[in-house]
């Protein structure tokens, strides 16, 4: 399956805006990030899981135990600083 | 009148507020916050900040936090203005406006939201000092002020 993944602020600038992964069905979040930080260079540095990352499974928080479906939307990025 | 607006222009308090209670002779308190961009940061001068967001995820975010706001405080209407883009020392960032028919749920709920929007909306703030740009690190304070309400938070 296929799953399109998102990154914002500090991770954009280190990873593009936005990449398809292609994925084995049954996946979850943790597969992907496993995955992503698989590849090395700057995935396996900004995604490092002693870093401070959130993610967002649809547009909603969640974490890495969430399973993903084909074609879900998911999203990376620091904690959130607005207000 | 839209309860959430994510916009990079100004926008006006008076005109707001006016508009949230004009369709409600039952208001008799209006509680409102804005934020501003700060000068300093961090021990640092701050010129000015860009300010990014999660088109999308950010307005589903909020309009969820002001359905939980209106289920747990006698609530009237609630408005949430966020700008975005790059913004001034001065300029106005953020808006929450609440009314209710008396202060003490107006004050509460406003606090709610902006504790809420702190740490769950996804926003983020790069700002510009002297020494480069800078991505602003998120408190652990704003955890706690969340926490205050039963919402665990590990944004921070």
Same mark, same amino acid.
């Given at each position: 399956m296929k799953v399109q993944v998102r990154y914002f602020a500090a991770l954009r600038e280190s990873l593009g805006a936005a990449e398809t992964v292609e994925l084995p069905a049954g996946s979850t979040l943790g597969t992907l990030r496993d995955a992503l930080l698989a590849r090395g260079g700057r995935h396996a540095e900004v995604l490092a #899981?002693? #870093?401070?990352v959130r993610c967002a499974l649809d547009q909603a928080m969640s974490d890495e135990t969430a399973t993903l479906r084909d074609g879900a939307e998911v999203a990376f990025f620091p904690p959130v600083t607005g207000g | 009148m839209a309860r959430v607006s994510i916009q990079t222009a100004d926008f006006d308090l008076s005109a707001e507020i006016a508009a949230l209670r004009a369709?409600?002779?039952?208001?008799?308190a209006v509680a409102s916050f804005v934020g501003t961009v700060r000068d300093r940061n961090e021990g640092s001068a701050v010129s000015d900040m860009e300010l990014e967001h999660y088109p999308g995820m950010t307005e589903r975010a909020i309009e969820a936090m002001i359905d939980q706001a209106l289920q747990r405080f006698d609530i009237k209407a609630a408005r949430v203005v966020h700008r975005v883009g790059p913004l001034r020392v001065g300029e106005q960032i953020v808006l929450v406006a609440v009314t209710s028919a008396h202060r003490g749920q107006a004050f509460q709920a406003c606090e709610f939201l902006m504790d809420y929007l702190k740490t769950q909306a996804p926003f983020w703030k790069k700002e510009t000092t002297p020494e480069g740009a800078r991505w602003v690190d998120a408190r652990v304070a704003d955890d706690a002020a969340l926490a205050r309400w039963g919402i665990q938070a590990s944004n921070a």
């Open positions: #899981r002693g #870093r401070a | 369709a409600d002779p039952g208001v008799g």
